[in-house]
Structure formats: structure tokens, C-alpha cells
């Protein structure tokens, strides 16, 4: 069975300062991973997604995140935070043989000081 | 471009009522997806329909919950009778394909439902 384990159920950053979000995976197979943001009372919105090749993915909103098979991790990270970035940030994965099933983690609230 | 909408984004219902919840997918996306979102548990997949068919309901609860997607551009999720343990924020997404990797969800803003 898959699944994703976000450490950190809310995550506090200065504006200007590095933003770091925690993702393990665990899965049996390759797997493929995404990242999502939900603005208050929206829905989510896909940040960036990893399904083969390069290591690094990079997506909207200056945000990129490196697969680490070595490490089953997939860590987010932004290097300037904007009070903007003040969300929730979702990770998930999938396989390839049942590639419609996203197993969500539950979730790091991002809050951003001035 | 019109996003996925659901109806309605607000529902305040009692214990035993039913409720029906609707979504309209983006045009020519033929995947549809209801989730449930609640502190306690999460995002969880409810049902799964490609081409207006469903593939994997094993996430709805039980018997009182039913979904249905008559046509390409319309789906509904129904509870009844409805209970205050069904106090959620109910999403709706669509995406092109049957295969999440290939694309991304376009998720809707969601219905929050709550059953006094």
C-alpha cells in the first residue's frame, strides 16, 4: 500500500526566509508525486507534480521539490517566502497501475510572518 | 475559462435530511473525482468515474451516500438520510485522461456541508 506522511502539521516562516515542507512516501513501486496548495476556502491547486526523469521539479510561485528515492522523500521548498505563500500544502502520491488513486498526506498549514 | 463548479457552497441541513450536492467538470475533461475533507480524516476519495462511468467507489461510506454522473457535464452526490458524522467540505475534480500522472486534478471550491 502506498502512503505519504507530511512531518509538521504547521510550519512558521519569517517573509524573505527559506520555506522547507516535509514529505515521505512509502510505496512498493515507483511511485509518482505531486504537490498541491489550497487557499482558504478554495479548492486545491497543483503546485508541481514528479513522474520520471529530472530529480528536481520545479512549479508555480518559485516553488521546487527533489525526489529522493535513496531518502523515499519529497520535500518542498521555496527559497524567499511571500506572505502570499500563507496556505495549505498537500502532498500525494500514485502508482502507475492504479494512477487514478491520490493518497493525499495530511497536510502543513504554511504561516508566514512579516 | 469556466473552472469546476459545484453547488452548493454552502449547505446547513438536519439530521435525516437529504442532501444532493452537484458538479460540473471542466469541458472535455472525461475524469471525475468526490473527495471529503475533514480535520480529522483528511482528503479521502470517495468515487471515481471515467467517461461517466464508475470505476472505484470504495470510498464511500456506506449505503446512504450515492453518486451519479447522467452525462459528461454533470454529477451528483447524494446523502440520504444524513447524519452529523457527513459534516465535511465535499470536493469535486476533473482531469483530462484516466490517469493522474499523465495530468493534474482541477479541483472545485468545494460544498460544506453541515448536518445538525
Known amino acids: 500500500a502506498q502512503s505519504v506522511t507530511q512531518l509538521g502539521s504547521h510550519v512558521s516562516v519569517s517573509e524573505g526566509a527559506l520555506v522547507l515542507l516535509r514529505c515521505n512516501y512509502s510505496s512498493s513501486v515507483p511511485p509518482y508525486l505531486f504537490w498541491y496548495v489550497q487557499y482558504p476556502n478554495q479548492g486545491l491547486q497543483l503546485l508541481l507534480k514528479?513522474?520520471?526523469?529530472?530529480?528536481l521539479v520545479k512549479g508555480i510561485n518559485g516553488f521546487e521539490a527533489e525526489f529522493k528515492k535513496s531518502e523515499t522523500s519529497f520535500h518542498l521548498t521555496k527559497p524567499s517566502a511571500h506572505m502570499s505563500d500563507a496556505a495549505e500544502y498537500f502532498c500525494?502520491?500514485?502508482?502507475?497501475?492504479?494512477?487514478?488513486?491520490?493518497?493525499f498526506g495530511s497536510g502543513t498549514r504554511l504561516l508566514v510572518r512579516p | 475559462d469556466a473552472g469546476v463548479i459545484q453547488s452548493p457552497r454552502h449547505e446547513v441541513t438536519e439530521m435525516g435530511q437529504e442532501v444532493t450536492l452537484r458538479c460540473k467538470p471542466i469541458?472535455?475533461?472525461?475524469?471525475l473525482f468526490w473527495y471529503r475533507q475533514t480535520m480529522m480524516r483528511g482528503l479521502e476519495l470517495l468515487i471515481y468515474f471515467n467517461n461517466n462511468v464508475p470505476i472505484d467507489d470504495s470510498g464511500m461510506p456506506e449505503d446512504r451516500f450515492s453518486a451519479k454522473m447522467p452525462n459528461a457535464s454533470f454529477s451528483t452526490l447524494k446523502i440520504q438520510p444524513s447524519e452529523p458524522r457527513d459534516s465535511a467540505v465535499y470536493f469535486c475534480?476533473?482531469?483530462?485522461?484516466?490517469?493522474?500522472?499523465?495530468?493534474?486534478?482541477?479541483f472545485g471550491e468545494g460544498s460544506r456541508l453541515t448536518v445538525l
Open positions: 469541458s472535455g475533461h472525461n475524469s
Open positions: 514528479y513522474t520520471t526523469g529530472a530529480t
Open positions: 475534480a476533473s482531469s483530462l485522461g484516466s490517469r493522474a500522472n499523465t495530468g493534474e486534478l482541477f
Open positions: 500525494a502520491v500514485t502508482r502507475m497501475d492504479s494512477s487514478y488513486k491520490l493518497i
